[in-house]
């Protein structure tokens, strides 16, 4: 159980271009997921926070207007990176959980790469 | 908010040999949880173990077993007898209630055949 699904795992494109990221839990129902990114040999870092029917509440440094995230229902949330410059490749991964101070099950990320 | 400090960046050991990560974190809030993911070289997180802050039993889980000392706020984590497949890069996380997790830089483990 608690399996969530992350697509696409690789994204390799030009600058300029927006990319959109799907994340779905597949056997229940998400109240919050997370949005984190990972430079290369780094620490995974929290962006944004996004609850259902809500709007997301973003960390401090992190473009809201760049990094679009959309929560419309209680298995999907879609985070869209809009103008893509290769400053933003990096690994993305959603997480969700079913309520507060549960695990937060991870996705398997999705490799952004700007050329 | 809170804080995590793994202060060992990479632990290299020859398989069969057992193995301890340190975690020590801070943290304001009275009721908190704290977790362990692992992230092996593909890339995904695979969580390990919750630990809610009011429960300071020791836990065990085949060959895993976590340390969590309230008092001096820290959460290790100990592989027995290690193996090659516990190769990874392992987290530790405070946090859970209404916020993401807190995740600390990470501690790179290598199991050597």
Redesign the interface.
Known sequence: GAVVSQHPSWVICKSGTSVKIECRSLDFQATTMFWYRQFPKQSLMLMATSNEGSKATYEQGVEKDKFLINHASLTLSTLTVTSAHPEDSSFYICSARESAYQPQHFGDGTRLSIL | AQKVTQAQTEISVVEKEDVTLDCVYETRDTTY?L?W?KQPP??????LI?RNSFDEQNEISGRYSWNFQKSTSSFNFTITASQVVDSAVY?CAPG???????????THLIIQP
């Open positions: 949880y977790f993911y593909s890339g995904e997180l695979v969580f919750r987290f859970g209630g209404a916020d993401g997790l807190t995740f600390g830089k990470g």
